[in-house]
C-alpha cells in the first residue's frame, strides 16, 4: 500500500494551502480517507476525515477554515486549506482507511505558516 501526498510548504499567514493524497496498491477498498497533524512535542491529531459516502468530519480547531473532498474513483483526497494560522504549523499525514487491513499512513508533508 502506498499513500503519495503532495503539497505542503511555506505560506505566511491568512494564505491558503492545497494538500492532496492518494492510496494505492492495495485490492482492498477504501472506506475512508482523512489527513492528520503533528507539531513538534504534539500528539498527532484529527483534522479531517471524509467517508465513501462524503460524511465528514473536522476538528474544532479548523473552525470552517479547511475543507476535505475525495475522488473515490482515484482514492484520492483534497484538503483546502484557507486562512492558515501559525498554529497550524505542522507535519501533515494523509490516511486511508480500508476494509480489512485498517488505516494506512503516507509519510507526511510539512506545512509551515509564518507570522
Known amino acids: 500500500v502506498q499513500l503519495q501526498a503532495s503539497g505542503g510548504g511555506l505560506v505566511q499567514a491568512g494564505g491558503s494551502l492545497r494538500l492532496s493524497c492518494t492510496a494505492s496498491g492495495s485490492r482492498f477498498s477504501v472506506v475512508a480517507m482523512g489527513w492528520h497533524r503533528q507539531a513538534p512535542g504534539n500528539q498527532r491529531e484529527l483534522v479531517a476525515r471524509i467517508d465513501n459516502g462524503g460524511s465528514t468530519n473536522y476538528a474544532d480547531f479548523v473552525e470552517g477554515r479547511f475543507t476535505v473532498s475525495r475522488d473515490n474513483a482515484k482514492n484520492t483526497v483534497i484538503l483546502q486549506m484557507n486562512s492558515l494560522k501559525p498554529e497550524d504549523t505542522a507535519v501533515y499525514y494523509c490516511?486511508?482507511?480500508?476494509?480489512?487491513?485498517?488505516?494506512?499512513w503516507g509519510q507526511g508533508t510539512l506545512v509551515t505558516v509564518s507570522s
Open positions: 490516511a486511508a482507511t480500508y476494509r480489512v487491513i485498517g488505516t494506512k
